[in-house]
């Protein structure tokens, strides 16, 4: 079974996400905790509200990964009930990866 996550991002990130033919997070790019988002309309709160005025650009990307991987985290409350992302440990983004089920869809796009 897949649970469909999302994650902000900027250029920059989309382009070596990218590089990765949109199939998985380089674990390079996030340092100590990588944080997909649990609702769209969170992901779309950090786009339009954080990542759009720092760079420029920003986007919305959505993923499935398979649950049996996710029960080993919390889900943890940003700010507001509604504001939910798991925290994934940098040393943990290799077995995370393996986990993704098909390729990301970006799903909205600010600029």
Same mark, same amino acid.
């Given at each position: 079974m897949f649970a469909t996550l999302f @994650?902000?991002?900027n250029e920059a990130e989309l382009e070596e996400i990218e590089k990765q033919n949109f199939c998985y997070f380089p674990k390079n790019i996030y340092k100590e905790f990588f944080y %997909? &988002?649990?609702?769209?309309?969170y992901a779309i709160k950090l786009a339009r509200? !954080? /990542?759009? %005025?720092?760079? =420029? @650009?920003?986007?919305? &990307?959505k993923f499935e990964i398979d649950t049996s991987f996710l029960k +080993?985290? +919390?889900i943890k409350n940003v =700010?507001? %009930? !509604? +504001? @939910?992302?798991y925290?994934? %440990?940098e040393k943990d983004m290799e077995e995370f990866n393996k986990n993704i089920g098909g390729k990301f869809v /970006?799903? @909205?796009e600010y600029n």
């Open positions: @994650k902000s991002v %997909p &988002i649990v609702t769209e309309l509200d !954080f /990542i759009l %005025p720092a760079y =420029g @650009k920003a986007y919305v &990307i +080993n985290y +919390n =700010g507001s %009930p !509604f +504001n @939910k992302e925290w994934i %440990p /970006i799903t @909205k």
